[in-house]
């Protein structure tokens, strides 16, 4: 049988078993929080970009606690002190119950404790890091080793919590933290909303049977469940999870499963047409995730790339796709128990569903398969598919460029072309953690567009707006410190809306082009750095039926630090760029780059043919592309020495056709395979750098010939 390894509980073991033998002293009773009665305090100075007081809050009720930030991109810390010290050396883990949604990760804590380390002073340590939490709007229960902190922090005089928004609503509720010498479990309930019994109207069960028996694929519940800090499992076989009626196996094994550290597939046959297919899905993760998708804890999958279900159908077609959660309605697959959707054809004969598991930091068991017969979707939004877009521009009246406002202010405007157009300010600020209101920036020289802010002295902002053809409008601020001390200072310029661009919601788009572009229509809140996670400088909000459109482009040549923003709420548009929280000293001054504001005739390929018109006028290539390699479509990186190494060392042999073969296999080829550290000498590691240089006569130089031929 093959071995299903989970490495995180076995650190745990080993830990414990390294442990000093338990004396005879009874156990000593948990410390929980009393949330209840907690007053918290908020601290704009403990963070760099703290919400105003407009955008944070926290209120009890029924013993939980809930933080908010109403701001997205901004957080807030709270600190609340004890009634009494409380020992951490006493207990091994910290454990919180806890529900967090719109909310981002982060790398500091999430709950963090004050108190006096052993050098003395005043400090804090970590008790929950904010990558650990998973985001998904569900309660979860985490149990966190304390030793680490407790050998720095031997006692606790307060407790701090932390909110990183990512949306309108960002929320963390704890109900409970607590002090305790054991692991505590997940409730069940938590985790999916079942309920025994079943209804099979519209339904059918697929059987597991024949993969749960496989040697290779079987697993049991009761091991899984421990690996994911489950208390209790569904206690009869027909039980409805999440509105689903689901047939679980009762005989052991029941459940088919993927083994962590390798790719693999569960392949379930079916016989029947369906529309939706349901899956009653574990999925436990391993180690850190990898920094392309934001680092921290392993905690969730949101890409196709690890995770996707494939839909095989009698007439030979296939469909892939990362599969809905039934109970969140989001894309993902969390490291719990959960009910998730892919949407089928109707129209064919399934023969198939196939489980993809391609992330080696994860395994995945599967519990129960229902289709779902009826011909109405219960899940539409599963279906990820949207009318085709209808062009009305040729009908629409021609665009007309950004104006400011008639009252002169020039912090102000309202395109005309919008659709309930709302004066906006152009320049959104913060000072010294402040938001600073739009009244409080006062002209000084109407002729020069330079303001002064109220209170703060010394502080200039000076705008630079022009028009650029008929249709768009450069904007460039400048801040300026002649005051006696430094300043840190945000700055989102520009800043445009809200704003609508049709009557009718689900015709208004938006083009985010981060890695995974967003081309969508539904409510977002949208904020990526600029970078190789968004490597392009625009953002476009469309309407192709009304023939509206509003694009945002900066034409920065020098890589400045900045962030693009887009969200889409009750119909309405917000765009920005956003440059993060700097010191300003007296007598320095900060520039954005030129954004320009464009609006069009609802036609998505202009913003992008206007970047990549500005991209020809200065971006040159040191030397001529070469043509073939403009041809390459699908280029893969491997590595020789790590991360799945091509080279083994012990054998003096590479395998480059691994990878060739790979690349064939998801991809139907490969254009270009780019060796990422073929100048590292084995142990002596890459000194020889990373452009080319290599040493004739190193051990990798003889398999090299005969590893290049195969492939």
Not at 486 to 511: C, Q
């Amino acid at each position: 049988m093959r071995k299903h390894l989970f490495l995180g509980p076995i650190v745990l073991v080993a830990a414990a078993l390294a442990a000093p033998a338990a004396d005879d002293s009874p156990p000593k009773p948990d410390w929980i929080a009393p949330l209840a009665g907690a007053e918290w305090t908020f601290h704009v100075d403990w963070l760099a970009n703290p919400a105003d007081e407009q955008h944070h809050r926290v209120d009890a009720a029924d013993g939980v606690c809930r933080f908010r930030v109403t701001r997205p991109g901004r957080g807030m810390k709270w600190s609340w002190n004890l009634a009494e010290p409380v020992s951490l050396e006493q207990h091994r883990y910290v454990a919180i119950r806890y529900r967090t949604s719109g909310t981002r990760p982060h790398h500091d804590y999430a709950v963090c404790a004050i108190g006096k380390p052993r050098s003395g002073g005043i400090d804090y340590r970590a008790l929950v890091h904010g990558s650990e939490l998973i985001r998904d709007g569900r309660w979860h229960t985490l149990s966190v080793d304390l030793r680490g902190v407790a050998a720095e922090l031997p006692t606790a005089t307060a407790l701090a919590v932390q909110v990183q928004s990512s949306a309108a609503d960002g929320l963390l509720e704890l109900s409970e933290i607590r002090l305790t010498d054991v692991v505590r479990a997940t409730k069940l309930s938590d985790a999916v909303d079942f309920q025994s019994g079943t209804d099979w109207t519209d339904h059918r069960a697929v059987p597991i049977d024949s993969v749960a028996t496989r040697q290779s694929n079987a697993a049991e519940s009761d091991t899984w469940r421990q690996r994911l800090q489950l208390a209790g499992w569904f206690p009869e076989a027909n039980v409805t999870i999440e509105g689903i009626p689901f047939a679980l196996r009762r005989q052991r094994p029941d459940l088919a499963a993927t083994p962590l550290g390798e790719k693999a597939e569960l392949r379930l046959p079916v016989d029947a047409a369906a529309t939706e297919v349901y899956l009653l899905l574990l999925a436990q993760f391993d180690g850190l995730d990898e920094p392309c998708y934001g680092g921290g804890k392993l905690t969730v999958i949101r890409d196709v790339d690890r995770f996707r279900i494939r839909l095989h159908y009698a007439d030979g077609t296939v469909d892939e796709c990362l599969p809905m959660n039934a109970a969140t309605r989001q894309f993902c697959i969390g490291a719990s128990v959960q009910v998730v959707v892919a949407a089928a054809d109707p129209s064919k004969r399934l023969a198939a569903v196939v489980l993809c598991d391609r992330a080696k930091q994860a395994a995945f068991a599967v519990a129960g398969v229902t289709l779902r017969t009826g011909a109405a979707r219960a899940f539409p939004e599963a279906l990820e598919e949207t009318p085709p877009l209808a062009a009305g521009w040729l009908a629409a009246e021609r665009s007309e460029a950004p104006d400011r406002n008639a009252s002169g202010a020039p912090l102000r405007f309202a395109p005309a072309t919008l659709v309930d157009p709302v004066t906006s300010n152009l320049v959104k600020l913060n000072v010294d953690g402040k938001d600073i209101a739009a009244d409080d920036v006062i002209s000084v020289d109407a002729s020069q567009e330079r303001y002064k802010i109220r209170g703060i002295e010394g502080l200039r902002l000076q705008l630079s707006l022009r028009p650029v053809g008929e249709d768009s409008l450069a904007i460039t601020a400048t801040l300026h410190n002649d005051g006696p001390g430094p300043h840190k200072v945000t700055l989102i310029a520009p800043s445009v809306g809200p704003y609508r661009l049709g009557r009718r919601v689900e015709d208004a788009y938006y083009l985010f082009p981060k890695c995974g572009a967003v081309f969508d229509n539904r409510p977002c809140t949208l904020r990526e750095r600029y970078g190789g996670r968004f490597p392009v400088q625009f953002v476009d909000t469309f309407n192709p039926a009304d023939g509206r459109g509003l694009s945002l482009r900066t034409t920065d040549t020098t890589c400045l630090r900045k962030y693009y923003l887009l969200e889409k709420q009750s119909g309405q548009f917000t765009v920005g760029v956003e440059y993060p929280e700097q010191t300003l000293r007296p007598g320095e001054r900060f520039t954005t780059a030129e954004a320009l504001i464009t609006t069009t005739d609802g036609d998505w390929h202009h913003a992008l043919v206007a970047y990549r018109n500005w991209l020809g006028e200065w971006a040159r290539p040191v030397s001529p592309r070469k043509p073939w390699f403009r041809e390459v479509f699908n280029f893969r990186q491997r590595f020789l020495w790590s991360y799945d190494p091509l080279y083994d060392a012990k054998q003096g042999t590479l395998h480059l056709d691994r990878a060739v073969d790979e690349a064939r296999r998801e991809f139907g080829g490969i254009d270009y395979l780019h060796l990422f550290d073929w100048g590292n000498c084995g142990p002596l590691g890459r000194i020889y750098g990373r452009t080319g240089d290599h040493l004739r006569f190193t051990h990798i130089v003889f398999a090299w010939r005969r590893g290049s031929r195969r492939a």
